[in-house]
């Protein structure tokens, strides 16, 4: 049953395994185990990071397309549920009307980068993407009236999900099974595909399989449920601003999920994005002791303060980009035989 | 350069018409037309290098703006020192603190360049998303070192004195440091033109962008020469940085970033590899920025996006295309 | 015979997965001009593409001269004398002709002789000489990439299938241009799907079928046995002008 679950793609690696199992048990019971609201906040967080950084890798690493308009996509559905709870009843209808609007916008965008991906190379349209992205940023925050602007929308949300356990268990429980999901899509010969195109394009297309098509497909995927995500993060925050979806910031953040867990693994993005949130809030703390220790020394408190944690991360990061290609998921693989 | 292709030209001139039948008034059209040419200039200089090494080499260095931001902490931090001369009267003293900024500011960015190349850029050779990934990291390591080293605040660099205000002529005025902008970004162009079309290394240079496979195929070893044109692209975008903050006068660790989307509109309209295609949509992207941001605040940033879309609609391949075969 | 200037032994080419040169003997013997013949697909290209360094053999020799080149790099191989005239031609559209011809000669300025050479055989490169190569027409551009192959003196000329999508009048043009740089000493291994042109050029001929050498002789025998031409060629070369 677990294969089926799992749709046939097992961990492959003892340890991989039990950190996704530590990983599901620590997110399952994070409201009866972490007391405090922090706990529950940055467990809520992994989850929607999971499920973003997983729909991510759909294209970074099965696919093999590099999109900087990903961001774009979440903070879609985050606006789209935000004004629709602004503006209607906060009940279950706005939530529905407004995840149908994003899905839809972000279907519709997707589909038209995704035709276009076809006729240009891979860093043209990386560069085309953060030029849409950023144009779209610009946007949410001109368009005030309609999107809170800078601000961002503060909203209420329906009585049950009040609650913050509920709020939170609704939010895991859609996380856990979109990412089901989408393990799925890559364990169908449609990711088989994928996989195959992303290895050698030429091939593919001799074989008959329109890679466009693929690709486009697999753009869209990605981008809705990178907007679902948004949804389900705007829904737990009760907020949507310019500065929690759209922030390059936070693409840089995916990027690194995906990359350091592992491409074109699903798990990696899982590993990647609980680790990247986690060391976010807590090893700032560490490195705020470290630098404290390191006073009066050189430069070192600087490189060791907690501001610069991304720095660690990113040399992390290029180190994995040249050695460890499969990142963390991939090397625990290779030592499992 | 024989026969030049006129309708992009065309297009210039259409912006520039429209845009004095817009803002009306032609002393503010002026004003604006210059910051317009000032701001493309300088884009020009931090856009040519990274379209000829991508035009050469197939190789697109996302973390570019990298070299911009340093030219500029590079320049405040020397303007800094040199306080002295900078505030002098004359305008000779001035240079005895601007010259040296720059000339830091383009030897710090061209060394960058030269470490970047040898070691996050060349084992990546002919792997584009890799690359993509790569100085995407190497952008985010580097920026985090800045501020590190300078830290987050905003820098402020001043203008040398001698280069404050303006011009009154008539009802305009002409800000002195903007065209002065113009005069070294005019230069700077010039000199690359002579560079590219009368001497052998830009003859190679040319070529290779073309088909750089051929002029490996003739007995050159283009390798060597594109170390040399990305370390020369990097010290260019350090001094459009250094210049660049001297224009703003404040800036941010995000400064280089910043210039990035810009950047890569410039060398999308332009077309990929080529400099003239990289000088026609540098003015085109200033004067629209600083017409539109005029005319309409709102929609400025996006305007220059728009512009990219039109262009592309219109000619897929960038204003001026490099000649592959 | 004369002794043979390349020598390939065994020679393999993977590109990505396809294994396309399949162990490929081939002699060019100096001053003569080799014809390479074959279908299409048989992997003459990758053979002179292999020779020059721009794919790389997994296995085998590539002897220049004496020397293995085989791991040498593309610049290194055309130093020692080497020239290519790709299919495409590989001239540089944004140049004019003189700077094409200009790039073409490495150790010096173009010298006279050279330059009378080229336009008394190829006139069009006169009259075009300050304007970009991109506004010469097929023929033309062939003349100049052949132009660029003659502005110094090699040792040994690469040509892909010069006479490919051009007019009779120009072919023959070729032709004579060919037959005339022939006289100097110089040695040509020459791709050809025209065996008009074949036949009057070729002092030898080699004949490639799936990545190996099936045949290898004198031009004369083969152009006198109709039977092996079409048991090489699928026709003879008379058919086929």
């Known amino acids: 049953m677990i294969e089926t679950i799992l749709s046939g793609d097992r961990p492959r690696s003892r340890v991989l395994a039990g950190l996704l199992l530590a990983l599901l048990a620590a997110l399952a019971l994070a409201p009866l185990v972490f007391p405090g609201t922090r706990p529950l906040d940055v467990a809520a967080k992994v989850c929607v990071f999971v499920l973003l950084a997983a729909s991510y890798d759909l294209l970074l690493g099965y696919t093999g397309i590099v999109s900087f308009a990903h961001t774009m996509f979440f903070g879609i559905g985050g606006y789209g549920v935000a004004i629709a709870l602004s503006r209607m009843e906060p009940g279950w209808g706005a939530i529905a009307l407004g995840t149908a609007a994003a899905v839809a916008v972000a279907l519709a965008l997707s589909f038209v980068i995704g035709l276009f991906s076809l006729r240009v190379k891979a860093i043209f349209f990386a560069m085309i993407t953060l030029a849409v992205a950023s144009f779209f940023a610009i946007l949410a925050s001109q368009l005030s009236g309609f999107t809170g602007g800078e601000d961002g929308l503060t909203f209420k949300v329906p009585e049950i999900l009040r609650a913050r356990r509920v709020a939170y268990y609704f939010v895991f429980s859609v996380s856990l099974v979109l990412f089901l999901a989408l393990l799925r899509i890559v364990n169908s010969p449609f990711g088989r595909v994928l996989l195959s195109i992303r290895e050698n394009e030429f091939r593919s297309e001799a074989l008959g399989y329109r890679t466009v098509i693929y690709r486009t497909l697999a753009n869209c995927l990605g981008a809705v449920v990178a907007a679902l995500a948004g949804v389900l993060y705007a829904l737990w925050l009760r907020y949507t601003g310019p500065n929690t979806t759209l922030d390059f910031a936070i693409m840089i953040d995916i990027l690194l999920m995906v990359v350091i867990g592992g491409m074109g693994t699903m798990y990696g993005a899982a590993i990647g994005a609980a680790i990247f949130v986690v060391a976010q809030t807590y090893l700032q703390e560490a490195m705020q002791s470290l630098s404290g220790a390191l006073k009066g020394m050189p430069l070192l408190p600087e490189l060791f303060h907690p501001d610069r944690w991304l720095l660690w991360l990113g040399i992390l990061f290029v180190l994995s980009v040249y050695y460890f290609p499969r990142g963390i998921v991939g090397q625990l693989r290779a030592r499992t035989p | 350069m024989s026969r030049i292709d006129w309708k992009p030209l065309l297009l210039a001139l259409v912006v520039l018409l429209g845009a004095l039948l817009l803002v009306q008034n032609p002393s503010t059209w002026l004003t604006l037309t210059i910051a317009g040419l000032a701001m493309g200039l300088l884009i020009f200089l931090m856009a040519s290098g990274l379209t000829l090494v991508f035009g050469l080499m197939d190789v697109m260095n996302f973390a570019h703006g990298l070299f911009i931001t340093t030219g500029a902490y590079v320049a405040a931090s020397v303007m800094r020192r040199l306080a002295g001369p900078a505030e002098a009267e004359s305008l000779l003293a001035n240079l005895g603190a601007v010259v040296p900024a720059v000339l830091a500011a383009m030897a710090v960015a061209g060394l960058l360049g030269f470490f970047f190349e040898r070691v996050i850029v060349r084992p990546v050779y002919g792997q584009h998303l890799k690359q993509i990934l790569i100085t995407t990291g190497g952008m985010i390591v580097a920026e985090q070192l800045i501020v590190a080293f300078w830290g987050p605040e905003q820098m402020a660099l001043e203008r040398p004195r001698a280069l404050r205000g303006a011009f009154i002529v008539g009802e305009m005025a002409l800000e002195k440091y903007r065209l002065a902008a113009v005069v070294v970004g005019l230069a700077v162009f010039a000199a690359m033109l002579v560079l590219l079309n009368r001497t052998r290394i830009g003859l190679l240079i040319r070529a290779g962008v073309e088909n750089r496979e051929m002029v490996e195929a003739m007995g050159y070893r283009i390798r060597r020469l594109f170390v040399a044109v990305f370390v020369a692209g990097s010290a260019l975008a350090g001094l459009g940085g250094a210049l660049w903050g001297m224009y703003e006068r404040n800036f941010t660790v995000q400064v280089g970033a910043h210039m990035m989307v810009l950047i890569f509109i410039v060398i999308i309209i332009g077309g990929l590899g080529s400099v003239g295609g990289c000088f026609a949509a540098s003015l085109l992207v200033g004067l629209v920025a600083n017409y539109v941001g005029y005319l309409s605040p709102k929609i400025a940033l996006g305007s220059n996006i728009l512009l990219m879309v039109l262009v592309l609609l219109w000619r897929p391949q960038g204003l001026y295309p490099v000649g592959r075969q | ?241």
Not at chain 3, 7 to 18: A, D, K, S
Not at chain 3, 25 to 48: F, H, I, Q, S
Not at chain 3, 99 to 110: F, I, K, Q, S
Not at chain 3, 199 to 204: E, F
Request: charged fraction near 20%; aromatic fraction near 6%; glycine fraction near 10%.
């Open chain 3, 1 to 241: 015979m004369a002794d043979a200037l390349l020598r390939l032994e065994g020679v393999h080419t993977h590109i990505g997965h396809y294994h396309i040169l399949q162990g490929v003997d081939l002699a060019v013997p100096a001053g003569e001009l080799t014809m390479l013949l074959g279908r299409n697909g048989a992997g003459k290209t990758t053979t002179l593409r292999t020779i020059l360094g721009l794919w790389r053999a997994s296995s085998g020799s590539v002897r220049f001269d004496g020397r293995d080149v085989a791991r040498l790099d593309t610049p290194a191989i055309a130093s020692l004398g080497i020239a290519y005239v790709p299919e495409a031609m590989g001239i540089f559209a944004g140049l004019t002709v003189r700077e094409n011809l200009l790039l073409a000669a490495r150790n010096g300025p173009l010298r006279e002789e050279r330059l009378e050479w080229i336009f008394r055989f190829f006139p069009p490169m006169k009259k075009f000489w300050e304007l970009p190569a991109g506004n010469l027409s097929g023929g033309q551009k062939q003349m100049l990439a052949i132009s660029r192959a003659v502005a110094e003196p090699r040792k040994l000329i690469l040509i892909d299938e010069p006479t490919k999508g051009l007019a009779p009048a120009i072919i023959n043009n070729l032709i004579e241009a060919f037959a005339e740089l022939k006289k100097t000493g110089t040695t040509l291994l020459m791709v050809e799907q025209n065996f008009h042109a074949a036949r009057s050029l070729g002092d030898s001929v080699a004949v490639m079928e799936a990545g190996r050498i099936v045949h290898a002789g004198r031009m004369a025998d083969l152009a006198a046995d109709e039977a092996l031409q079409t048991r090489l060629l699928g026709l003879s070369l008379e058919a086929h002008q």
